[in-house]
């Protein structure tokens, strides 16, 4: 079956990086588009950042553009999020996801086919 597994959460002080992986299984990983969103507390989920599977090419939430960093390799089966100079709004639970078709921006949920179970960010001010 399919899976997304998160990784690479934690605690960071504001001004600090973390770097988040997604690790997929069970697909054509190259295939996929994939996507970060996050859910902060109280909050409803929001888009963050996503990457084409053929070109790489990368879309950003405005929240995160010039801070966040999608990269894929599809060698691996696996993506990564480089988050530098958090801010304790940044603070949520990330998740993963992949679609296989949609449409552009990719910022709609009701897209993504497979979602992994989050991993937790905090960022202390």
Same mark, same amino acid.
């Given at each position: 079956?399919?899976?997304?597994? !998160? ?5 960071? #002080? ?6 988040? *992986? ?6 054509? $990983? ?13 909050? !409803?989920? !929001? ?9 790489? =090419? ?11 960093? $999608?990269?894929?390799? =599809?060698?691996? =089966?696996?993506?990564?999020? #480089?988050?530098? *100079?958090? =801010? ?6 990330? $998740?993963?996801?992949?679609?296989? *078709? ?6 709609? !949920? ?6 992994? #179970? ?8």
């Amino acid at each position: 079956q399919v899976q997304l597994v !998160e990784s690479g959460g934690g605690l960071v #002080q504001a001004g600090g990086s973390l770097r988040l *992986s997604c690790a997929a299984s069970g697909l054509p $990983f190259s295939s996929y588009l994939m996507a970060w969103f996050r859910q902060a507390p109280g909050k !409803e989920r !929001e888009f963050v950042s996503a990457i084409r599977r053929a070109d790489g =090419n990368t879309y950003y939430a405005e929240s995160v553009k010039g801070r966040f960093t $999608f990269s894929r390799d =599809n060698a691996k =089966n696996t993506g990564y999020l #480089q988050m530098n *100079s958090l =801010n304790p709004s940044d603070t949520a639970v990330y $998740f993963c996801a992949v679609r296989y *078709s949609g449409t552009w921006p990719p910022m709609k !949920e009701y897209e993504y086919r497979y979602w992994g #179970q989050g991993t937790q960010v905090t960022v202390s001010s």
